[in-house]
Antibody
Framework: QVQLQESGPGLVKPSETLSLTCTVS????????WSWIRQPPGKGLEWIGY???????NYNPSLKSRVTISVDTSKNQFSLKLTSVTAADTAVYYC???????????????WGQGTLVTVSS | DIQLTQSPSFLSASVGDRVTITCRAS??????LAWYQQKPGKAPKLLIY???TFQIGVPSRFSGSGSGTEFTLTISSLQPEDFATYYC?????????FGQGTRLEIK
């Protein structure tokens, strides 16, 4: 079955750029929406944005000015960049399939295991 | 943004109990609602989508209902593995939003 795996640095300095990659295995990245979602320690879930395999994107307005999501279909990967990070961006970052407004296909499933990114000097 | 408010935020119950969690949307979202279960240190798991459709493999003791602004997740007979945090999520309009979570603990 399809599996997702996040990768990237676990520690980022304030004001720098957080960069994560999600590798999709067991299936193709084509024809689907792919999202990034984060969860600060002990808190709830926040959707960051999605990318369609063709490259179209939709970002949460609360993060839009700092977020870029890109896709590399040849590698079956999609990536997240979040600029000018602060301590408030410390969270577990998840990648997941889904996010398009499709009543029977837009939901988040499956998810990666998540990766903790800490913003600290 | 559409706000999703779950109630209760915390629930203490016993194995075998029937429990219901409610999710209220700040505006109508038709049936664009899902429920997820999250255990400590794990990613959320999709249980129910389109308000009442089971994800493959989800036990039949879980059920969802509702449309518009009020939705419920019911667990008919709690099992030990059901103690977790539950989140609702809407997909009717962007940005996608989640409820604040309901933590279900063993009494």
């Amino acid at each position: 079955q399809v599996q997702l795996q996040e990768s990237g640095p676990g520690l980022v300095k304030p004001s720098e750029t957080l960069s994560l990659t999600c590798t999709v295995s067991g299936g193709s990245i084509n024809s689907y929406y792919w999202s990034w979602i984060r969860q600060p320690p002990g808190k709830g879930l926040e959707w960051i944005g999605y990318i369609f395999y063709s490259g179209s994107t939709n970002y949460n307005p609360s993060l839009k000015s700092r977020v870029t999501i890109s896709v590399d279909t040849s590698k079956n990967q999609f990536s997240l960049k979040l600029t000018s990070v602060t301590a408030a961006d410390t969270a577990v970052y998840y990648c997941a399939r889904g996010g398009g407004k499709l009543l029977y296909g837009g939901w988040f499933d499956p998810w990666g295991q998540g990766t903790l990114v800490t913003v600290s000097s | 943004d559409i706000q999703l408010t779950q109630s209760p935020s915390f629930l203490s119950a016993s194995v075998g109990d029937r429990v219901t969690i409610t999710c209220r949307a700040s505006q109508g979202i038709s049936s664009y609602l899902a429920w997820y279960q999250q255990k400590p240190g794990k990613a959320p798991k999709l249980l129910i989508y389109a308000a009442s459709t089971f994800q493959i493999g989800v036990p039949s003791r879980f059920s969802g209902s509702g449309s518009g602004t009020e939705f419920t997740l019911t667990i008919s007979s709690l099992q030990p593995e059901d103690f977790a945090t539950y989140y609702c999520q809407q997909l009717n309009s962007y940005p996608i939003t989640f409820g604040q979570g309901t933590r279900l603990e063993i009494k």
